[in-house]
């Protein structure tokens, strides 16, 4: 076994594969028979992403991973359509860029100020846009990390809502751990870095560590976007020579289609659209009657949510797309 230093002090280890296959192993016997229930989110890729965000530790992967069963039971991510998010996604403030990097991994471009930033739309709504922009983008990768291009143009500290900054992170480190690749900071201004330092104990070592800062007038960060993507599909405003942006009424159509082949994906595994409902109820009880997770043993858990046997299984099918 090796290992690489991180940040804060925190060294990030590494394995043979060999041992990755024992430590998935692990997994999998604490976890029980519902790692056989669903496929998708209990594949050795997917407990290798849990894994290496948990430094390798079995014990709070596996908790990691229950945690994450239990929020899609709940949130239902599969379930959201454009519909659900079509006024959230008409400024083109999070959408999916039409061409990959040069490693051809998706890429996720972000405009925070796109609209004004306190505007009616809850951070309920927020979340939900940006889960079903995850969900769409690993349903269309055949990579494991994605790509994340953030426009700063017009960004300004009206824009900062820690709130939404703080439910962001948990959804993406700790439900979609790993699939960061790479964020690209473009061109934020000065006072970014004030609120940069605010936003830093939200983040994971490792995921700070893959955000780069990025401007249009230093010769290092025009090479840094030549190395990465294509320049003739990169909009103009990241410095790339593609004039066309964003068009919603053409993304719209995108997303329809996508929506249709994902309920075409789902409907060929699960005929209910309350197909959740029974492992929900009986998992309720996961989190009352505790103090705090940490209080809740892996047997218990297990226990708990395999009252819901049939439903877990007919997840698995229509749930988690292309999860490993």
Known sequence: MASMQLRRGETEKMFSTEEEQAKIGEIRKIIGPIADKVPLLFSDASILRFLKARNWSTK??????????KWRLEFKPEKIRWEDVAREAETGKLYRANYLDKQGRTVLVMRPAAQPCQNANSATGQIKHLVYCMENAIFNSNQEQMVWLVDFRGWNSSCISLKITRETANVLQNHYPERLGLAILYNPPKVFESFWTMVKPFLEPKTFKKARFVYPDNPKSRLIMEEIFDLDKLELFFGGRNALGFNYKVYAQ????????????????????????????????????????EELSSDEAVADLEEGDESIAEMHLAGIPRMG
Do not use: W
């Open 60 to 69: 709070k992967a596996a908790k990691m991973l229950k945690n994450t069963l």
């Open 254 to 293: 995108k997303m329809k289609d996508d929506d249709k082949r994902m309920s075409d994906f789902i409907g060929s595994g699960c005929s209910s659209p309350s197909y959740l409902q029974s492992v929900l109820s009986e998992s309720k009880h996961l989190t009352s009657g505790n103090s705090s997770d």
